[in-house]
């Protein structure tokens, strides 16, 4: 069943969402050559707890940090090592916070030094191709709208979509229904309704869409080696459209700017 939340329960979630882009944008800075993404980690880590919340991803299904930090053609699910970030590299940092038992969730992918011009499309492509989606939300308009809409958009850049993972509910659990695919078909799906609450995820390939699973279990990268990217905001359907919770709050404690 697809849950329609409250007022209350609607403002629980910005404020969680509220952290997890606080969050991205305490790491910015960080992220550069020489650092490792466990040490991005731990800053991570810290900076949710000062906040009053805990990681949603850590002890998830058994997931053992508080990222998920996907270099280059990684695509999804990394779990951070001792690896260094490198010049050239593209990392997608993908982040969740619960507070009070609301859960927040949104991945960003972000350059380290000077990147090549094929990383810089499939980072600017993606990223639009999350708009893309977005712009389709209100009441009335179905799921496979959305998936369309990227879909169509990736097509027209000559990017892979990601098949085998989605978009989700989000809730009291960072995964609920429904699913929110990166493809579909207009006019199918689950109706959009007002307070319902979905992450909307685009992780999309420059080359093969194909993904296989590391020994680790875990990390997802392109079977080509081909760079990927991922760009995920957690919204809540309005009255007339949606509005982001995993962005600015209004008003609120939005950290250092
Ligand atoms: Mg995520
Ligand atoms: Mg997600």
Known sequence: MISIKSEREIELLAIAGNV??????YLKPFVKAGITTLELDKLAEDFIRSKGCTPSFLGYEGFPNTLCTSINSEVVHGIPDNRKLKNGDIISIDIGACYKGYHGDSAWTYAVGEISEDAKYIMEHTEKSLFVGLNEIKPGK???????????????YKLGVVRELVGHGVGTTVHEEPDVPNYGTRGTGPILKEGMVIAVEPMLTLGSPEIVILDNDWTIETEDYSLSAHFEHTIAVTKDGYRILTGPLEGGDNGKE
């Open 20 to 25: 997890v882009y606080q969050t991205h944008q």
């Open 142 to 156: 179905r799921i496979g709208d959305i998936g369309a809409a990227i879909e169509e958009y990736a097509k027209k």
